[in-house]
């Protein structure tokens, strides 16, 4: 490369992004292919496309941006799982924060996505041991896959505004096709299967009560949007299994049998929560409407 060679602006900020944005650090990110791809120049040769200051190398410089742009992934991420922040300590997070950042570097122009796999990358970097039970590594990644479906909730459409199915539409079903139903679930509505009650300890922190971590205990949970608020109700494991089928448009009836089936549950144990649940599932509104073929 010419000492003098000149470079359209834009070519050296791909250049500069891709530099500034790998994972491995500046150097590396000179060095990598994406950036050989806009401009061939080695990390001992940045001073051809920047220039340096009066105490600082161009490489020096460029390390700010790349210092900064990953200080503010990082703090994206304290603000996106604040209840784990709190749950394993500040150290600890940054820590496995820039592992995550490391092995899931960020490809989208929007940061709403940044976190959708750190329980993922919680989940194949924590280990059990003396000092993390598996009890306890269980617990710190699914707080951090409720955290991230809370958000997830809150950021997506929500049900304001919306026309719901209320009760006495539910109740006002012809009894004698009731099976051919199927119920529309709003969209916000999220299905999550943990195998602690994680919301709970999330609550107790929100409220800045004493918060201890649960023990293991099989959950499941449905959430919504309402009014802007992210809501969270408990359901049973066969409630969760027909809310589950519901929501991918099947039936009542296909919905009933496939639960009972996955439950190992007759009609006659089911039916006496049936009425119950779907009374207290349309009040905190969770489907849109019920259809009937023609």
């Not at 009836?253 to 039916?271: F, K, N, V």
Request: one cysteine or more; glycine letters at 6%.
């Amino acid at each position: 490369m010419d000492q003098g060679q000149l470079h359209p602006l834009s070519q050296i900020q791909r250049w500069m992004q891709a530099a500034i944005m790998h994972p491995g650090g500046i150097v590396d990110g000179i060095a990598s292919p994406q950036a050989r791809e806009h401009l061939d120049v080695s990390p001992a040769n940045v001073e051809q496309v920047l220039t340096r200051s009066h105490s600082m190398s161009a490489l020096d410089r460029l390390e700010v941006y790349g210092n900064a742009y990953y200080a503010r992934l990082i703090e994206c991420l304290r603000e996106e799982f604040p209840v784990l922040r709190h749950a394993i300590g500040e150290e600890a997070f940054d820590a496995f924060a820039v592992g995550y950042l490391q092995s899931y570097p960020s490809r989208t122009y929007t940061l709403i996505q940044l976190g959708s796999n750190f329980p993922r990358y919680l989940a194949e970097s924590t280990s059990p041991d003396d000092e993390m039970p598996g009890h306890w590594v269980d617990f710190v990644v699914d707080l951090a896959q409720f955290e991230l479906v809370v958000g997830e909730v809150f950021d997506g459409p929500g049900s304001e505004g919306q026309p719901l199915l209320d009760v006495q539409q539910l109740l006002s079903l012809p009894q004698l096709r009731i099976l051919e139903v199927r119920l529309e679930c709003v969209d916000c509505l999220r299905l999550i299967h943990l195998r602690s009650p994680v919301h709970r300890y999330y609550d107790a922190v929100r409220c800045e009560k004493d918060a201890i971590p649960p023990g293991a205990e099989e959950t499941h949970l449905a959430l919504i949007r309402w009014n802007y608020v992210v809501h969270h109700h408990e359901v049973s494991k066969t409630g969760y299994e027909l809310l589950t089928r519901l929501a991918r448009g099947e039936s009542l009836g296909t919905s009933l049998e496939g639960a009972m089936t996955d439950g190992h549950l007759s009609s006659i144990s089911l039916a006496p929560n049936l009425r119950s649940w779907f009374l207290e599932w349309s009040a905190a509104g969770f489907f849109r409407t019920a259809h009937l073929p023609d």
